[in-house]
């Protein structure tokens, strides 16, 4: 799989299927099961370390989980986070954290919000490393956004979040990521972008989605997201549930927006 292609499958309309993962055992399995994308996320501090957040997350943490998980992929592509704190400061400095995880084995680097990291993108990007924006709910500054809360519902949310997107892609952002976003919003801007844009929580029109890998294996414990669906329920082993994952994002029949909470 490769940034081109993934472009390709944007601009006709094919789905793309994307998961976070964290090892290689898992990348092969996800592999196996025809996932397109494999996201190295942050969101390692919650399912793997027990933390509250993901701020906690360091990019030693990050470069450690992209190793692994490169060493264990024959076919997907590999996006890994920039965890808070690694980009924050400088464009130089973001620019030293990226090369860090592409020589980990990262084909894409993604980070959070969009305004100040306009530039960031833009010094990255045209150095070589493709970026990914994240825009919507952002993870990272959860605190700030007060707490887990959809964005962009009223009319100045949703026109910030297109007005960011439109500068992220002038910028040189080769795909977005949109989280917790309504789901004719992610549509919308989704139809009309030059990228591939993938979503969580954000309903059924983008070019793809993403769930983090033990929500939808239903091992994550306590309460989920409203967006996350048991995948293993009726399947027998880990690989078909992946496997039932893929199917229902190529067909595009998950998310089901009514049922999801879109």
Known sequence: M???????????????????CYDAAFAGLLDEAGVDMLLIGDSLGNVLQGRGSTAPVNLDDMLYHTTCVRRGVKYAFVVADLPFDSYHVSKEEAWKSAAALVKAGAHMVKLEGGGWTTETVRFISERGIPVCAHLGFTPQTVTSLGGFKVQGRDEAGAARIKRESQELVEAGAAMLLYEMVPATLAAEITAASPVPVIGIGAGVG????????HDMLDITQGRKPRFVKNFMAGQDSILGGVKAYVNEVKAGTFPVDAVHGF
């Open 2 to 20: 490769t940034l081109p292609r993934l472009a390709q499958m944007h601009a006709s309309g094919e789905k793309i299927a994307m998961l976070t």
């Open 206 to 213: 983008t070019s793809g989605q993403v769930l983090v890998l």
